[in-house]
């Protein structure tokens, strides 16, 4: 996700409309691959506002996901804004140490701008901590792993902690005797 800015770095204040379409094979995330099962679009608009380019935009895309409770893959559809400031390496150096800055900018080399990064960081952040096929799915059976979204399952319902035996009894005890 390349974008040619020669022109835009020559005059501060100009801006660069632009949309972007691309195949991508996966996404890392840790050491796992997410597989990427359309096309990846970005839109949007570059400004050169002196030291820095300033991105602002979207991108949209759909992840090959497995469901957390019944393992089931299904397809996410994902749409992140984007915001980015890049600026060169010596704008970067002359950055004091101190300067939070530091850690939010992005450093591009020569007239191409690299997309990709700031697209996969936003397409990452935007998972959420658990994946999940559709909010009512009843996941897999803990006893015999059928998927109970699909089928029912002849296991006694809940089965009570050995250790909570003994407290089990004294309670249904003390319902009997109320």
Known sequence: MKIGIHELKMKPGTQLKFSLEESWR????????IPVVAPVRVEGELTNTGKFIYLKGHAWTELELACARCLEVFV????????????????????PETDTLRDEVRVYEGDILDLRPAV??????????????????????PWCGKNLNTEQCNCRGEEVDPRLLKLSELLSQNKGGC
């Open 120 to 141: 996969e960081e936003a397409f990452i952040l935007a998972l959420p901590m658990k994946w999940v096929c559709r909010e009512e799915c009843r996941g897999l059976c």
């Open 26 to 33: 996966d996404i890392q995330v840790g050491r796992e691959s």
């Open 76 to 95: 996410y559809p994902l749409e992140v804004p984007l915001e980015e400031e890049y600026c060169t390496e010596a704008v970067f150096q002359s950055l």
